[in-house]
């Protein structure tokens, strides 16, 4: 039995070690890049922090794996008659496909947004905006006076507090007048936050506030260029904003549309057990399993597949896939967070270490746990300094 992975975040590098695990066939992950990245923390990344804690290289996850073959590709199409996917390198053949290729940006079609916007989705966007701050503080000596963060989400939110933290630590280390500097987030609908509780929204919208970052909801942003920002027809002065808002099911379903149904936000439709085609399952942010979109909701997925294959191939009764609500929660500058869960929630320091040790379990999910602790911890550990 051969099973092609495609994806290397946390629903296609699960099921690959749960594969493994269960010595089930010969397992192929085919991934973009040769490292895991942790998107949840890439807001720390781009703000100073150590990339220890978001990015893991797959050949080291998959050390103590030898039955699965880490593959650096991009796929492309497929051919479901000859069980075969084709990427740009070469095709591949399979038993078994597992899809789990993530989301896309998409900007909505704002004039000048993909031009002119930062972002922190991948490690080069956030080297791209770990460049910009340096090439502000260390070659110009100055800030912006408005830093923009587009998305109020939890991403958004995120950025806002380890940034506003950001420039005052550069200010003092380069003994750089940092002048009148805000950070503001701009959210379209009417609150923070918007897929969280309202609860969440009016405490992490008190703390905001207490750091002296701007919120502006219920603003559009209308255009973006090299130094100004336009939003609800007011231009504002700014040489960084970044975008966190927006993202879109992976083209590569669309292009492939004969194979799967899509639902209307462009997610694909699957059954019981995640099969979106004969001997094909979609796994993560590309299905519209409930809770889609989230670390947690991704491990539980692609733990199921693994399970799932071993009783086909054993020929057992099958079981269907039972999404779980995951708790949920952000950390807003440093020391303080917000989870909660099925109701309840916990902010403050309480809020920041409940926070901390989601993360922790996260990575234990994908490497040992003294391996796990190492990159947790890295997050403590700042790069050298600008």
Excluded: C
């Amino acid at each position: 039995m051969h099973t092609v992975i495609v994806g290397g975040g946390f629903a296609g590098v699960k099921a690959a070690l749960e594969l493994s695990k269960r010595h089930i066939g010969k397992i192929t992950l085919i991934s973009d890049e040769p490292y895991f990245l942790h998107h949840a923390t890439l807001y720390a990344t781009a703000t100073g922090k150590s990339k220890a804690e978001s990015v893991i290289p797959l050949d080291e996850i998959f050390a103590a794996s030898p039955n699965v073959t880490i593959v650096v590709d991009t796929i492309t199409s497929l051919d479901p008659e000859r069980k075969l996917v084709v990427g740009k390198q070469k095709s591949y053949s399979y038993d078994s496909l597992v899809l789990a290729i993530g989301s896309v940006t998409t900007f909505f079609n704002i004039d000048g947004m993909a031009k002119h916007a930062f972002g922190i989705k991948s490690l080069e966007e956030v080297n791209d905006f770990l460049g910009h701050i340096e090439r502000e503080v260390i070659a110009d000596k100055h800030f912006d006076s408005n830093y923009f963060i587009i998305g109020a989400g939890p991403t958004g939110v995120e950025l806002a507090g380890a940034l506003n933290e950001h420039l005052r630590h550069l200010a003092d280390v380069h003994r750089t007048v940092r002048g009148k500097v805000k950070v503001t987030l701009v959210e379209a609908a009417p609150r923070i936050i918007p897929r969280s509780s309202s609860t969440a929204a009016e405490i992490v919208s008190r703390r905001l506030k207490k750091l002296g970052i701007g919120v502006l909801i219920n603003h559009k942003v209308q255009a973006l260029d090299k130094d100004t920002i336009t939003i609800d027809g007011k231009k504002v002065a700014t040489e960084t904003a970044v975008w966190t808002s927006g993202v879109a099911n992976n083209p590569f379903f669309a292009a492939n549309s004969h194979f799967f149904q899509l639902a209307p936000n462009g997610r694909v439709n699957v059954n019981q057990y995640l099969q979106a085609y004969k001997d094909i399952y979609v796994l993560g942010d590309n299905n519209t399993v409930k809770f889609g979109g989230m670390a947690w909701p991704a491990l539980d997925q692609g733990k199921f597949i693994a399970k799932h294959l071993a009783r086909v191939a054993a020929k057992r009764p099958l079981r269907a896939f039972r999404p779980k609500q995951p708790p949920s929660g952000l950390p807003v500058g440093h020391g303080w967070g917000y989870v909660e869960w099925h109701g309840f929630y916990v902010s403050g320091r309480t809020g920041y270490f409940a926070r901390r040790l989601m993360e922790l379990y996260g990575y234990a999910q994908l490497v040992p746990l003294r391996t796990a602790i190492a990159v947790w911890r890295a997050h403590d550990v700042p790069e050298v300094d600008l």
